[in-house]
């Protein structure tokens, strides 16, 4: 019969759980704005693009009626498809790899919130920073973080050893190292 697993071990299964399902769900997120661009062939945050062109969507094409299906291709081209490919990608290393743990999986999905910051910063150098596109990056970012931060221990123990024995209290860590004793 085996030992029962100590309270700590479980939660760091149910952290690890609970961590591949918000990345899958970033994956979700992007496959769905993906669908959005494809079908649409226009980005749903129109303000942004507004801001940075210095007229409304529509105005846009006003003057060149044929940038519209330039502008459509490239939406649809980049964002789409490439949007599609990458949520795809993200939510089939999250169900698998990462979910069982594999530290290179670990390191892949970084990708995820240092996507969300570059695209933040890039609006705002642009000064095209909106409500919908702000709220979007921030989430992407904080889902994504906290499912890369929330399973460290899983995928790198000896290191998170090393921390939260760095951590106890210098009298416990004494004790701890002290050889026990047996009086009679």
């Not at 995928?155 to 106890?168: G, H, K």
Request: proline residues 5%; contains cysteine.
């Amino acid at each position: 019969m085996a030992a029962p697993r100590a309270p700590y071990l479980r939660d760091l299964e149910e952290k690890r759980r609970h961590a591949w399902v918000l990345l899958f769900g970033c994956g979700a997120l992007l496959v769905f704005s993906a669908l959005y661009w494809l079908a649409q062939g226009r980005p749903f945050d129109r303000g942004a693009y507004e801001i940075i062109g210095g007229a409304a969507w529509g105005h846009l094409f006003a003057f060149d009626p044929a940038s519209r299906s330039v502008v459509s291709a490239i939406v649809r081209g980049l964002g789409g498809n490439m949007g599609l490919i990458a949520g795809v990608l993200v939510m089939i290393i999250a169900a698998n790899g990462y979910r069982c743990g594999e530290r290179w999986t670990w390191y892949a999905m970084w990708v995820l919130p240092l996507e969300a910051a570059i695209d933040l910063a890039t609006l705002a150098g642009y000064d095209a920073l909106t409500p919908t596109s702000a709220a979007w990056d921030i989430g992407i970012f904080l889902l994504a973080m906290t499912g890369l931060v929330l399973p460290y221990a899983t995928f790198f123990p000896e290191e998170a050893l090393a921390l939260r024995e760095s951590r106890r209290p210098r009298a416990l860590h004494a004790r701890a190292s002290r050889p026990e004793t047996h009086r009679h």
